[in-house]
């Protein structure tokens, strides 16, 4: 495993958690919610996606998952790092 792919994928999910909570708490139609959680996902994907594979949501990385598309496992996989990223999003 790379070094800088858990990195990546723990920080991918907590800028798509960030700017997605933000973007609901603030906007007013879901519109905009929608607009901040795509803009947040294809800058971390552009950013992030070559290091990572650009899975930054876990309902992604299981479906890749479940169709056998991810190499290592789930537990081993991406699912905790995508776990600690929306970990720190949670915390104070």
Same mark, same amino acid.
């Given at each position: 495993?790379?070094?800088?792919? @858990?990195?990546?994928? &723990? /920080?991918?999910? /907590? $800028? =798509?958690?960030?700017? %997605? $909570? +933000?973007? &609901? ?10 607009? !901040?959680?795509?803009? &947040? ?5 552009? !950013?992030? %996606?070559?290091? +990572?594979?650009?899975? *930054?949501? @876990?309902?992604? +990385? *299981? &479906? *890749? *998952? ?6 290592? %496992?789930? =537990?081993?996989?991406? #699912?905790?790092?995508?776990?600690? %990223?929306?970990? #720190?999003?949670?915390? @104070?």
């Amino acid at each position: 495993m790379e070094r800088g792919k @858990p990195l990546a994928e &723990a /920080l991918g999910t /907590l $800028t =798509l958690l960030l700017v %997605g $909570t +933000s973007a &609901a708490a603030a906007a007013k139609d879901g519109v905009a919610v929608a607009l !901040a959680h795509g803009l &947040a996902i294809t800058l971390m994907v552009v !950013a992030l %996606g070559h290091v +990572s594979g650009g899975h *930054f949501n @876990p309902a992604v +990385s *299981f &479906a *890749f *998952f479940l169709r056998g598309g991810r190499n290592g %496992g789930l =537990l081993g996989g991406p #699912a905790p790092r995508e776990a600690c %990223g929306g970990g #720190a999003r949670l915390s @104070p």
